[in-house]
């Protein structure tokens, strides 16, 4: 037996002095009617008038333990339980069209990212960047609805050339906010190049939000050059601009937030430590919930059955 408001239980301190009060008004009621009123009037004929003021009592008694909430037993429901939410932040800009990892690194992004997108139970939500960051969707629990999203993407999406990591960063940790009940954790996809100053400033509020930033590091440090329409970009001297990765940056990020980094990952196995290898399971967890019955019903019939008797014990009153 538990209650759901036991602090209301103190009311019962009430009763001894709610019980006398009516005993004491009980008899004063016959010392008046004896000295005012006709033996034949009186109403001696209700044998369990004296009785009222125990009935009464007892009634505001159980009235007051069914408003604390008694309960009893308990019946067993299934709770699904997901896992975190999950920010996937990925840049989209030129330098992912380098082609040093067998493939683009964004057609190696793409494909990473679908992997944990399928393996990720939970909510998912997505972020892109160049210079400037943009949630292209924000969280939901329809994978399949974000792969779409993400098959509609190309390098140089955002019209803003360039690669500020900490902008993104910034963009992802307020989804997260947004959200603070959940625990939630961001993966960042990318070679690694930065050329904006807000880095340590999202790592700073990232570490005091208590959210992991896992990286995924994509190209090779010998890099490549970046293939557009019209030959391989070149800077403004003319010289062909060759994109490097910078696993440094990548791994500095991962340490400084508690997350994990994954360099060039060729194979499921290699996500594992993210959540989506080959083990990884789609489905969510399902628990056994024991939820206390309400038994407030049966103290509230005791309490208007005898608050019933003590009416009726009243017929008769002078």
């Given at each position: 037996m538990s209650f759901r408001e036991p602090v209301m239980l103190w009311l019962l301190l009430a009763v001894p002095f709610a019980l006398w009060f009516l005993a004491w008004r009980e008899k004063r009621r016959g010392e008046i009617a004896r000295r005012f009123v006709s033996e034949r009037v009186r109403g001696l004929s209700n044998g369990i008038r004296p009785l009222r003021p125990a009935l009464l009592a007892t009634g505001l008694a159980l009235a007051i333990v069914a408003?604390?909430?008694?309960?009893?037993?308990?019946?067993?429901?299934?709770?699904?339980?997901?896992?975190?939410?999950?920010?996937?932040?990925?840049?989209?800009?030129?330098?992912?069209?380098?082609?040093?990892?067998?493939?683009?690194?964004?057609?190696?992004?793409?494909?990473?990212?679908?992997?944990?997108?399928?393996?990720?139970?939970?909510?998912?939500a997505l972020v892109i960047f160049e210079s400037s960051a943009q949630t292209v969707s924000p969280f939901t629990t329809?994978?399949?609805?974000?792969?779409?999203?993400?098959?509609?993407?190309?390098?140089?999406?955002?019209?803003?050339?360039?690669?500020?990591?900490g902008a993104a960063l910034t963009a992802a940790e307020k989804l997260a906010e947004a959200d603070a009940g959940q625990k939630t954790d961001?993966?960042?996809?990318?070679?690694?190049?930065?050329?904006?100053?807000?880095?340590?400033?999202?790592?700073?509020?990232?570490?005091?939000?208590?959210?992991?930033?896992?990286?995924?590091?994509?190209?090779?440090?010998?890099?490549?050059n970046i293939p557009i329409p019209g030959g391989p970009l070149r800077d403004e001297s003319g010289q062909v601009v060759i994109s490097s990765s910078h696993p440094e940056t990548m791994r500095h990020i991962a340490s400084a937030t508690g997350g994990e980094n994954v360099v060039n990952p060729a194979?499921?196995?290699?996500?594992?430590?993210?959540?989506?290898?080959?083990?990884?399971?789609?489905?969510?967890?399902?628990?056994?919930?024991?939820?206390?019955?309400?038994?407030?019903?049966?103290?509230?019939?005791?309490a208007i059955a005898f608050l019933l008797l003590g009416s009726i014990a009243h017929r008769g009153a002078e």
């Open positions: 408003l604390a909430g008694p309960r009893f037993g308990s019946t067993v429901v299934p709770v699904e339980q997901r896992q975190s939410n999950r920010i996937l932040v990925m840049d989209v800009s030129d330098s992912m069209l380098a082609e040093d990892v067998g493939v683009s690194r964004w057609s190696a992004a793409r494909s990473v990212a679908r992997r944990l997108i399928r393996a990720q139970p939970g909510r998912i329809d994978g399949e609805a974000v792969i779409s999203l993400l098959d509609s993407i190309e390098p140089g999406e955002t019209d803003d050339p360039g690669s500020d990591i961001i993966v960042l996809i990318s070679d690694g190049e930065d050329q904006g100053p807000h880095l340590e400033v999202a790592l700073t509020r990232a570490r005091n939000d208590a959210i992991p930033i896992h990286t995924v590091v994509l190209g090779s440090e010998q890099g490549a194979t499921p196995s290699s996500l594992a430590v993210l959540g989506a290898g080959p083990a990884a399971g789609g489905a969510s967890k399902v628990s056994w919930l024991h939820i206390p019955i309400e038994r407030f019903q049966w103290p509230l019939a005791g």
